[in-house]
């Protein structure tokens, strides 16, 4: 009986592998990844899905997904595969993929928080909560979701009024000016 699977690109595991550095191909569906991930009932496809879809050459499926932004990288996927597959790397590396390739996004929330996150973390050496919150907030439209929780965690000390000095913001400022001059060079 001929097999019917019809491979739409083959070369995309190849991709991931060789720009994440783990082997995507070793993956075998077990579902340890999903069943450990804090963020999964969020993501429109579980990280076990993502991993097929890398395998089947999805590329616009996986790199239009909100699950590679919404990933946490808190890599409870990683510690948990068998397979020792690098799974919070291979949702790196599909953001920067996703990127780079400017791939329209259903909806960009994710992208969204992480461009401001790292937009505090390079003006303050590090993140600076309620001001990245308050920009996100305005770039996403959600104002007053929760709200609620703000003097919760102002009396319980998670979140400053204003940044916090850092001695490295120099230093990572310059890491992203020297980001941006590799990514020119591409």
């Known amino acids: 009986m ?20 783990t082997p995507v191909s070793a993956c075998f569906q077990c579902h340890k990844c999903s069943t450990g991930c804090p963020v999964g009932p969020e993501m429109d496809y579980l990280s076990s899905q993502i991993m097929r879809l890398v395998h089947l050459g999805e590329e616009e499926a996986v790199l239009g997904s909100r699950a590679i932004w919404l990933c946490a990288s808190c890599e409870a996927c990683t510690t948990r595969c068998p397979m020792d597959i690098d799974i919070a790397a291979v949702m790196d590396t599909l ?34 909560e309620l001001g990245m919150m308050a920009v996100y907030k305005l770039r996403s439209g959600d ?27 120099k230093r990572v400022s310059e890491i992203f000016r020297r980001a941006e001059e590799e990514d020119k060079k591409r």
């Not at 920067?96 to 303050?124: C, D, P, Q, W, Y």
């Open 2 to 21: 001929a097999n019917t699977l019809q491979w739409k690109n083959t070369t995309l595991v190849e991709e991931v592998e060789r720009c994440s550095g």
């Open 95 to 128: 953001r920067i993929m996703a990127v780079e390739r400017k791939t329209a996004l259903a909806e960009s929330r994710g992208e969204k928080f992480n461009r401001t996150f790292l937009g505090s973390v390079r003006r303050h050496g590090r993140v600076f």
């Open 143 to 169: 104002l007053f979701s929760d709200v609620g929780k703000f003097p919760q965690m102002l009396a319980k000390g998670k979140i400053g009024l204003w940044p916090k000095a850092s001695s490295d913001a």
